[in-house]
Nanobody, 119 residues
Framework: QVRLVESGGGLVQPGGSLRLSCAGS????????MAWYRQAPGKQRESVAT???????KYADSVKGRFTISRDNAKNTVYLQMNSLKPEDTAVYYC?????????????WGQGTQVTVSS
């Protein structure tokens, strides 16, 4: 069974930092493009950061310069380092994996981890 399990969420004050982890199991994710999404109450899920299998990265404008996505293929894990957190970063953060093959596309989501930025 393929699973993505996020951890590292919690309550943090504005200006603080958190590091999210997404641990994969059931398959090797080194060939997958990985991403972090987030969904705030009443809003659509949005892409926050992506990292390809070749380690190319992309960020939403709202988090550029503050968030860093990285991956450790040996640990089958993706990270999201979040610095200078703002109240508007409050959301459930989801890990996502995608691999496009010739015939099929494989996609997986984690269950999410809550991040709350508040004083």
């Amino acid at each position: 069974q393929v699973r993505l399990v996020e951890s590292g969420g919690g309550l943090v004050q504005p200006g603080g930092s958190l590091r999210l982890s997404c641990a994969g199991s059931g398959t090797l994710f080194r060939g997958y493009d990985m991403a972090w999404y987030r969904q705030a109450p009443g809003k659509q899920r949005e892409s926050v950061a992506t990292i390809t299998s070749e380690r190319s990265t992309k960020y939403a404008d709202s988090v550029k310069g503050r968030f860093t996505i990285s991956r450790d293929n040996a640990k089958n894990t993706v990270y999201l380092q979040m610095n200078s957190l703002k109240p508007e970063d409050t959301a459930v953060y989801y890990c996502y994996a995608k691999r496009m093959m010739v015939v099929d596309t494989y996609e997986y989501w984690g269950q999410g981890t809550q991040v709350t930025v508040s004083s």
